[in-house]
């Protein structure tokens, strides 16, 4: 308990510097502090400082879930879009933690089936709110799938998840992320794959 109250300390004195920091960073125009030696100490501090924060919110971000309740079903599996087996269909209503810092909720409808490599997706996300993005998917082709739609290139939904969604009135979505992981093991080298550390 007392290693988990001054591990919590930690974490906030060192948000609390880098906000220092970042405003140190925005020095009005001409500054002789803002261009050269100065700012590249900052932001080399800026890094160090904040490794610990970014390399446990960069683990946290692997994992995400969705609870939702409304006239919906759901019963499929996907390691990836290339490999799905199942769908849903109809309106819910949900709570995330999801992707790429989606921390909210919303209201999704539609429908989407797969099987294998080939999928119809036809997703709406709207009344958005919190950091989750509306978007609409418009794969209204039963094909093979693509991540070349703008829902995936907007990090709005991630292509390449690994999870299940199921339920019926009820449901649970839960979902890994391979980027993300990725983008952790990539930050343990000072290399933000996500460019999302603050
Ligand atoms: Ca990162």
């Known amino acids: 308990m007392k290693?988990?109250?001054?591990?919590?300390?930690?974490?906030?004195?060192?948000?609390?510097?880098?906000?220092?920091?970042?405003?140190?960073?925005?020095?009005?125009?001409?500054?002789?502090?803002?261009?050269?030696k100065g700012s590249h100490a900052n932001d080399m501090g800026r890094v160090l400082l904040l490794y610990i924060p970014n390399r446990i919110i960069d683990a946290t971000d692997i994992f995400t879930m969705s609870l939702g309740?409304?006239?919906?079903?759901?019963?499929?599996?996907?390691?990836?879009?290339?490999?799905?087996?199942?769908?849903?269909?109809?309106?819910?209503?949900?709570l995330t933690k999801g992707y790429a810092r989606q921390y909210g909720g919303g209201y999704q409808h539609g429908t989407?089936?797969?099987?294998?490599?080939?999928?119809?997706?036809?997703?709406?996300?709207?009344?958005?709110f919190g950091t989750v993005k509306e978007y609409y998917i418009d794969k209204t082709d039963f094909g093979l799938a693509t991540f070349e739609l703008p829902a995936y290139e907007n990090s709005a939904a991630d292509f390449w998840e690994i999870g299940a969604h199921v339920g019926w009135l009820v449901n649970v979505s839960v979902n890994i992320h391979p980027v993300e992981i990725a983008d952790f093991l990539t930050g343990l080298v000072f290399y933000d794959l996500m460019g999302d550390d603050i």
């Open 112 to 128: 989407e089936a797969g099987i294998f490599c080939f999928n119809y997706n036809e997703t709406f996300i709207t009344e958005n």
């Open 3 to 36: 290693k988990l109250a001054l591990l919590s300390i930690a974490i906030v004195f060192t948000m609390c510097a880098a906000v220092n920091l970042s405003a140190g960073n925005n020095l009005s125009p001409g500054s002789p502090v803002e261009e050269g």
């Open 69 to 94: 309740a409304g006239g919906h079903g759901a019963m499929e599996v996907h390691l990836t879009r290339y490999f799905q087996l199942g769908g849903w269909h109809g309106p819910n209503y949900f």
